[in-house]
Structures are given as C-alpha cells and as structure tokens.
C-alpha cells in the first residue's frame, strides 16, 4: 500500500506555482525524503500532506483514503517541525502528553504511552525538566516524542536537525534512522541538504521549482541522475559537466564515444584517476582529510579530482589523467540524462 499518493496535485499563489501538477507515491514503511534547494516546492509538498495548505487541484491520499478537504486533525498524521515549538512553561513530560490530553484520552493511557514513548528516546530520566533546561538533541527528542506519542502510522518532518550542529546532527540522523526502521514507521522528511538524504532516505524526490526533478533510491538518483540538475545537486562533490562539439570535449582534440544527441559529458570526481593518457594542468588543491581534491582543467574546462588525502599535487603541475568509459553520463540539450 502506498502512504501518500497525489494525482495531478498542484498549488498556487495567483499566478505563481509553488507546486505544479504532481502525482506521487511514496511506500508505507519507508523514509522519504523530499529535497531540493529553497523555494523547490519541498515544504508546501509536505504542508499539503498534513493538511495545511489546501491543494489548487488534484487528489490527496493517505493510506488510501481521500483527504484532499479533511482538516490536519483527521488526517492521523504527526508532525516535527524545525524549530522544535515546545510550551516552555511546560515539562518534558507534559509537552510529550500535552496533544493526547487535549484529546481527552484516558489518565492510564496517557501516562502508559508517555512511559514507553519517554524510554524509547532516552528522556524518562528527564521528563520532569523544561525545555529551557534541555540541550538542542535533548529538545529535538523531546519533539520527536510529541509526534511520536500520537501512534500515527505516517510522520511528518519539515527538517527537524538544521537547528544542530554538525556533530550532533549526526548522530541524530543515525538515530532517527534506526527509530523509523525499528518502528516500521513511515516517514515524510524535508530538507535542503543531500548528506541527510543520501544517508537516510530509502526514496528521495528531488524537486525543482515545484515540479519532480527525480524520484529514485539515493544509490540510483547518485549512479543514474536523470539531469543535469540532478547530477550537479546530488553528491559532496559535485558532478564534472564537460562541453562536447561532436565526438570531442570541447577545446580539445580527446575523443569520446558521445551518442549522437549529446552536447554534455558529466563524470562524478572520484570516477577520474591519476594515470592516463589524458593530461590535465592543476589550478589548485583543496585537501580535506581523506581526501584532496584537485582542481584541473582540460582545454579550457574546469575538471575536479578527488584523490587520495595523502598524494602529494604542486599547485601548476600537470598530471596524468584517465576514466573508464562505463563512469561517463550523457545529457542532451535540454539538460535530459542520454540512456
């Protein structure tokens, strides 16, 4: 069964689309992730799942049932938001609970859903503290709780770690990661940065000024882009595009098995080696640990390397280079990936 399905789902602003007409279906069970870059339609995606902007046209559907004009409330969903909004008046406890109160659910329910919510995300021992006196991971959990404690079978994200910083984000993602697995929950997650969803997603949409750029696996939609736009947004480093007249790069005289409609050459850095009968002039190096990148140039084009942290590159040198033809990617003159 599918968690989330729109059939020619659209918004706008006047005149303006924040999301042109969509259909999408993501599976029950698995994390997807909805990312792309600020005003890609990420958010207004995930607003129209929970009922907080009403679609322009078009069918929503949750579990298979229509909800396109029911209110957030009857939707069964929960949702993290990015700035945590807890009562900080409020304990740990008494936020986690303040939404199955306000239901009016049973004293022993509650507090039997709490206990068991408050254990599974390590915050038992702190449920009597207010957010004030919570770390930024402590607060996170404690949202993740609220949303949890509703036993809603689909949760929604809207980049719940970007107010972290970069270790703690971590460290979180692998926990969230393991939750959701753990759970068999299904999640609908957003965010702007691709490390978190390469990392977590079991499908990732990739949206591009409100309409799907790519919807695949994070192994496919890295190995397989379907654009340009895909290829250079997806990956640490971002994807080589080389300029192509007929079968030769641009600028230069090295040919390349080019099909017949191909006007790009893309190939990711860590494709490229340093031996080969290629020849490359060195502009500068960027080292950054395990790895040094090594910033080239081919005729008049720019080319990035990503070596070993441990070559050792002079800055103006010329080196070697070489690819295997299986790790070149085609685009046409539309941007469009060439099988």
Known sequence: MSTVQFQQVSKLWGKTAALHRTDLTLKEGDFSVLLGPSGC?????????????????????IFGNDVTHQSPAARGVSMVFQNYALFPHLSVAENVAFGLRIRKMPK????????KTLDLLGLDALRARKPSQLSGGQQQRVALARALVAD???CLMDEPL??????????MREELRALQQKLGLSVVYVTHDQTEAMSMAD?????????????ASP??????PASLFVAQFIGSTKMNVLSL???KIAGTEIVVPAP????????????????????????STEFTGADLLVHTQIGNQPLTVRADGKAVISPSAQINLGWRQSNLHWFDAQGLRIQ
Do not use: F
């Open 203 to 215: 499908q990732v949409v990739l949206l591009r000024d409100g309409k799907i750029e790519q919807q």
């Open 108 to 115: 022993t329910d509650i507090e039997a859903r709490l206990k």
């Open 162 to 171: 970007s107010n972290l910083d970069a270790k703690l984000r971590q460290s």
């Open 245 to 247: 007249q007929g079968q």
């Open 260 to 283: 017949v409609d191909a006007v790009s050459l893309g190939i990711r850095p860590e494709d490229i080696s340093l031996t080969g009968e290629l020849t490359g002039q060195v502009l």
């Open 219 to 224: 192994s496919v939609i890295y190995q397989k």
């Open 41 to 61: 339609g990420k958010t207004t995606t995930l607003r129209l799942i929970a009922g907080l902007e009403t679609p322009s046209s078009g069918e929503i559907r």
């Open 152 to 154: 809603a079978r689909l």
